[in-house]
DNA sequence: TGTACATCAGTGAACGCGCGTTCACTGATGTAC
DNA sequence: TGTACATCAGTGAACGCGCGTTCACTGATGTAC
């Protein structure tokens, strides 16, 4: 008994903070986040503009707590997706994954845009807003060094540079993949693979909410599966395992 | 003799118009496109906010000037940087204009921003901008068609679905190929292929202004040189054409 | 070439609006004795 | 359990700001005779 429990104004003070950043999404599916007027979002909640600074020290401390509740929600999403399935269906995994992204971006096309969309002019994110940035791509990288640990590398993706060519190029990846623990012997063609993917899945799902796909594609969701196959192909991700026991 | 000479009014009329959409192009590099506003513009040209209305009937009107100069602007590039090139020299040819499309990115962040980025709240394009939208895309699928017509598949793209089964999702790209004489026998798997390619040539660029390349990549130019060359392996270009003389 | 009239680019004041942020205040909740 | 004081969520008025758009006006430019 060690732990009190939670005063009524502690409880009080965590549901409103909830509301006001519930109302400030919500706001985000009809306007930019540049847009975005604290204001706006107070009277949503109810409360007079000055009470949200109880809460925010400014627009753009919301702005910064939106970013990370999106970020870690999206995270969240895609991690779910990739837990639901056996360890071994690198395949399924990885289309599981990149379905979850999209399927995350269309019901929060507002949130996606503040995430994925143009900068906010003026607002620069903060260091706190990297981490849970970049859990879904952790989520990305793991599928496919889970893929090519368990030897499916297909006949692609060849190394079409010579070793230590790419190196100048996404030395970086290389670089935070060794110092985070994953997958540190991935082939550097095929971290350039997946960043190619990772900017593939998000272009698409882009081109498909800022209205580019108009006249070209019929079916959204049928040509994003045709797309997560084909990146699949380019990975080295070959179907369903079927390692048996090891 | 029959083409009067142009009053000096109407010249006048042209470089004012002209110095208007300079004036908010440059302003769009600092701020976003729904944070455009007419007055500072007015204000940078030397002008009251209500001289304005003589060249645009409305803030959404400039917005749509500034759209169709953009990408009018972006064709140009891309087509003067395919052109530049020998018809035969089909790789040659597509790295030039992924280069061109990045290299006109990066030198107008803001113009990009407002083709690419996010939309504009409550603003919505109207048709007359989806022609000069569309430049850049036909050239992309042009040099692949050529090089698709001059044999030079390679072993990939193998067709991964049956035939017709691509229909469902990219079927209006299909058609619209079809009606614009662009290619209109180039096989579903390669327009799928194409688009897959425009998408990620944007996304990379998209990722790179938009600042999500931070910490992975190392040298952006570098490492869309070797995308792009991905690009072109799965597009099934191979190296500059010797085709001799037929 | 000269005059009378029409056109139209640009002015300046005004409209009604919503914004982010501050500040002194009130009243309810929490804490220490 | 009861009282005295501290904390702090929310109020409402105020600040100074810039916005898009309208309107009657002026003066220069263009046109018809």
Known sequence: METKPPTARALAREAVHASILAAARSRLTHEGPAQLALRAVARDVGMVS?????YF???????????VLDYDELGAAVEAADAAL??????????????AIRT????????????YG??????????????????????????VADAWTAGRRGARPAPTSPPG?????????VVYMREQGIAPDLPDELVLRV???????FGVVSFELFGHTVG???????????????LADDLGITGPGTTGVG
Chains 1, 2 share one sequence.
Do not use: K, N
């Open 86 to 99: 056996d360890r071994d269906d690198v395949a399924g995994r990885w289309s599981a994954v990149c379905r």
């Open 118 to 143: 143009s900068p906010v002019p003026g607002y620069v994110a903060p260091p706190s807003t990297i981490e849970p940035a970049s859990r879904t791509t952790h989520v990305l990288i793991r599928v």
């Open 50 to 54: 000055s009470a949200v600074y109880r």
């Open 216 to 230: 070209a594609v019929s079916d959204d969701t049928a040509y994003f599966d045709h797309v997560v196959a084909r």
């Open 165 to 173: 060519e790419l190196q100048a190029a996404i030395g970086d990846a």
């Open 104 to 115: 995350w971006a269309v019901a929060h096309p507002g949130d996606f845009a503040l995430l």
């Open 57 to 67: 020290a400014s627009r753009d401390d919301l702005l910064t707590a939106l970013l």
């Open 195 to 201: 960043l190619m993917a990772w900017t593939t899945v």
